[in-house]
């Protein structure tokens, strides 16, 4: 199927520790992107690749730490986790805007429960 | 940044019935997307519409971008419809960082 996928899909963990989560798209987009829903469902962009190349950075902690090792990849990894780190990441893929059309598409997400 | 209000922030229908939403944004846009989040949580596109209609069988959307807000018409709803409705856009020149409105809550009774 052509998609967008992330593993794992839940994740608990305690705080202090380490973790990372992995996305992978087959759309053929050059653009992947990571969001974070908090408890209120609010949805905000935190980082954003084009073709390997870091292009959005959000304000987020530099404990949060993106590594695209391919146009088809993006993963997260998330040092020294905190509780307030509790939330659903969602992974996503499109375009650049720049060809035109840049509609997004995006994973399953990724429950974190941080305890 | 650019604002995106959505109203009505919950919305409850009977099964059958019909229903708009709407989406105002306060500065221009390239690109304007509604989702679905369904009860298990997964984002589904229903709509990639920076302007003009579209029409997805009991699903329309409207985007009048010179007055800078978005309609997404639901007919006919149906007890599967109920979830979140979010509307996403991406300003003019911001990067394809796309910026949610807070989402409405639609519950459609049988």
């Known amino acids: 199927d052509t998609a967008v996928s992330q593993t794992p899909k839940y994740l608990v963990t305690q705080m202090g520790n380490d973790k990372s989560i992995k996305c992978e798209q087959n759309?053929?987009?050059?653009?992947m992107y990571w969001y974070k829903q908090d408890s209120k469902k609010f949805l905000k962009i935190m980082f954003s690749y084009n073709n390997k190349e870091l292009i959005i950075n959000e304000t987020v902690p530099n404990r949060f730490s993106p590594k695209s090792p391919d146009k088809a990849h993006l993963n997260l990894h998330i040092n020294s986790l905190e509780l307030g780190d509790s939330a659903v990441y969602f992974c996503?893929?499109?375009?650049?805007?720049?060809?035109?059309?840049?509609?997004?598409?995006f994973g399953p997400g990724t429950r974190l429960t941080v305890l | 940044g650019i604002q995106v209000e959505q109203s009505p922030p919950d919305l409850i229908l009977q099964e059958g019935a019909n229903s708009t939403l709407r989406c105002n944004f306060s500065d221009s846009v390239n690109n304007l997307q509604w989702f679905h989040q369904n009860p298990w949580g997964q984002l589904i596109n229903l709509f990639y519409i920076p302007s003009g209609t579209k029409q997805n069988g009991r699903l329309s959307a409207t985007t009048v971008a010179t007055e800078r807000y978005s309609l997404l018409y639901i007919s006919s709803s149906q007890t599967t419809d109920s979830g979140v409705y979010f509307c996403a856009v991406v300003n003019t020149g911001a990067n394809s960082k796309l910026t949610f409105g807070k989402g409405i809550t639609l519950s459609v009774r049988p």
């Open positions: 996503a893929s499109s375009h650049i805007l720049s060809r035109g059309y840049n509609e997004q598409f």
């Open positions: 759309l053929g987009h050059d653009t």
